[in-house]
């Protein structure tokens, strides 16, 4: 299970990466869609939208379940990735590769209090 040590994560299993510009891009883990399964369709937000951390964002769906996907810190929608929406395999093929939505943070040093790679590990592990 591949889990980047240069990325931040989330108990509901979200990834998240800083961008130069001050944005983040978020996706979900190898681990998430490896449970999922086969990912056969994807709801992303529309940009513009204010969400709050842990609010529901967006709804990955596959063969076996349909999840949802949360905000892992506060602030604006920037973009959706329409690439992922019309081949959602994409997501299994690489998660990390295969983002869902980018957004402008409320405040950056949120960022700093998500899981590092290994506490990540370390929760999947132990499931």
Request: proline fraction near 5%; aromatic fraction near 6%.
């Amino acid at each position: 299970m591949s889990v980047p040590a240069n990325l931040r994560y989330t108990e509901s299993h979200e990834w998240v990466r800083k961008e130069p510009d001050g944005s983040v891009t978020i996706g979900i883990t190898d681990h998430a869609q490896n449970a999922l399964g086969d990912i056969v369709f994807l709801e992303l937000p529309d940009t513009g939208r204010s969400v709050a951390a842990g609010e529901e964002v967006a709804v990955v769906e596959s063969v076996k379940a349909a999840s949802d996907i949360y905000a892992p810190i506060a602030g604006e929608i920037i973009a959706a990735n329409s690439d992922a929406v019309d081949a959602p395999e994409s997501v299994n093929t690489d998660a990390y590769a295969s983002w869902l939505f980018k957004l402008k943070p409320a405040n950056l040093n949120d960022i700093d209090k998500l899981l590092t790679a290994d506490a990540y590990k370390a929760i999947i592990d132990a499931a």
